[in-house]
């Protein structure tokens, strides 16, 4: 008689078994796409989208393959450089929200302009969603300024227009921040975050700090992660195993793997790929409506 007893599972088997089980609890997963960003140029990856019509072409492509929001910037299409013009964002939003079912989340960073007129014009489209960075941070080469009063003069803005801000979380004080506008009531609860982890002089990318984020938020919250650079795809996995949500694109990491240039689509695959293998379904753009609680109409 054999004494090995019965043949042991494999790594894969136990993992896949676990996490099916998991996540049958869990919401389906929203993947976000940042297709261009302020940074990268064609030079450094000649897929960057640029102008309006190469944006919108993205944003096409990227719902087909699995997105369910597009984080928008706009470009100078004669210099690559950031642009606050009003104008560009508009033909960008027009031609998403012609052309595809996305949430429209607009970016209110301030690579292309600081103040707060520059920042808030772009509110007055009235997207679903609007990223909403709630402090201060270093960036490589410069400072990301975010004073308290520039903070919740934006975040009145949203509410007044009924845009749900997307809590931009660079570092773990920005949460309780965010905290703060919702005892205010300069933000509507439930709220949802983006933790943006990897950039240097801002949180690291690692799986204890991911837990602590996570577990720093409202129960009731949702989450979303943006790895940047090679932490995109390993924030992203441990993003889908937690119940969290995955944001990749060419404004965070521009190479799909080392010495290889991404394409926006082929990140989206990607992480579409990586969900459906790990057990946990994709969520179409109506469905991440519903997860992340969003609302339409002015505030009273």
């Known amino acids: 008689m054999s004494r090995e007893g019965p043949p042991k599972p494999s790594l894969r088997s136990l993992v896949l078994g676990c996490s099916n089980e998991v996540f049958r609890k869990m919401e389906k997963l929203v993947i976000t796409v940042a297709p261009t960003g302020s940074v990268p140029k064609k030079s450094i990856n000649p897929h960057v989208p640029i102008t309006p019509e190469e944006i919108i072409g993205e944003g096409v492509r990227c719902e087909a393959a699995g997105a369910a929001v597009i984080h928008i910037h706009a470009r100078n299409p004669k210099d690559e450089s950031p642009s606050p ?3 560009l964002f508009e033909e960008i939003y027009g031609g998403l929200k ?3 079912n996305l949430i429209l989340q607009i970016s209110t960073g ?3 302009g600081m103040t707060y007129d520059k920042r808030a014009e772009r509110l007055k489209l009235r997207p679903e969603m609007a990223s909403l960075t709630t402090g201060s941070v270093n960036f490589p080469d410069s400072i990301y300024e975010n004073s308290p009063s520039l903070i919740e003069a934006l975040a009145k803005d949203m ?8 809590m931009e979380i660079f570092d773990t004080s920005m949460i ?3 905290l ?3 005892r205010k009531k300069l933000a509507l609860t439930p709220l949802h975050f983006d933790f943006v982890m990897g950039l240097k002089g801002a949180i690291p990318a690692t799986i204890e700090n991911l837990v602590h984020l996570r577990s720093s938020i409202p129960s009731d919250a949702t989450w979303t992660v943006a790895g940047v650079g090679p932490s995109q795809l390993t924030m992203g996995v441990h993003s889908i195993l937690m119940g969290g949500h995955v944001r990749v694109g060419l404004e965070d990491n521009v190479y799909y793997r080392r010495g ?3 394409t926006n689509v082929r990140l989206v695959e990607r ?3 990586l969900a459906a293998e790990l057990g946990r379904d994709v969520a179409t753009p109506d469905e991440a409506r519903r997860i992340m609680n969003l609302r339409r109409g002015t505030a009273s």
């Open 271 to 273: 992480i579409v790929r």
């Open 180 to 182: 703060d506008l919702a």
């Open 110 to 112: 301030g690579r292309a």
């Open 159 to 166: 509410l007044a227009y009924g845009i749900k801000p997307e």
């Open 98 to 100: 012609e052309k595809t």
């Open 260 to 262: 290889e240039p991404a």
């Open 176 to 178: 309780a921040n965010a």
């Open 85 to 87: 013009d009003y104008h």
